[in-house]
């Protein structure tokens, strides 16, 4: 996996992930994004199946 969904610069390992798995978020922005970004990676999931 290498840019985050969520637009951010960081690679996705870096950024949302963490946050999904663990299901906590340091700032409201940060849960904003990874919300966003788990919302796209199940988008795809379901589409490339
Ligand atoms: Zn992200």
Request: proline share 4%.
């Amino acid at each position: 996996m290498s840019d985050c969904p969520c637009c951010s610069v960081k690679n996705y390992s870096e950024c949302c992930e963490a946050i999904i798995k663990n299901e906590s978020a340091p700032t409201a922005l940060s849960l904003m994004r990874s919300r966003y970004t788990a919302y796209n990676v199940l988008k795809n999931l379901a589409f490339a199946a």
